[in-house]
């Protein structure tokens, strides 16, 4: 069975409120591959892979966000393996700079 890839835009207040942190968190408990980052339009962006099951529940984890965060939309779109090559070279799951 092959990994699935998405690639997630989440916006509302989750900037400066450890929003990539607690992604990056949710991630690695489910042993996924990819990446998040802060846009400069306010968002944050992310790429995960792994098994479907773990790739939806991480999804609606970054639905509810830390405690302090207000999630107001989550744009959800398949991605493809050159999108989940932007993380660092040798790390499963990145925190990358901001966009």
């Known amino acids: ?6 690639h997630i835009t989440i916006r509302g207040r989750v900037q400066g409120v450890g929003y990539r942190y607690f992604v990056e968190h949710e991630a690695r408990s489910r042993d996924l591959e990819g990446w998040v980052r802060n846009r400069r339009d306010g968002g944050v962006e992310a ?14 984890a970054c639905r509810r966000g830390p405690s302090s965060a207000r999630v107001q939309a989550v744009q959800d779109e398949a991605a493809n393996p050159d999108l989940l090559n932007l993380r660092e070279a040798g790390e499963r799951f990145s925190v990358l700079p901001t966009i």
């Open 1 to 6: 069975m092959s990994d699935t890839i998405r």
């Open 47 to 60: 790429v995960f892979s792994g098994p479907a099951a773990a790739v939806t529940a991480m999804i609606a």
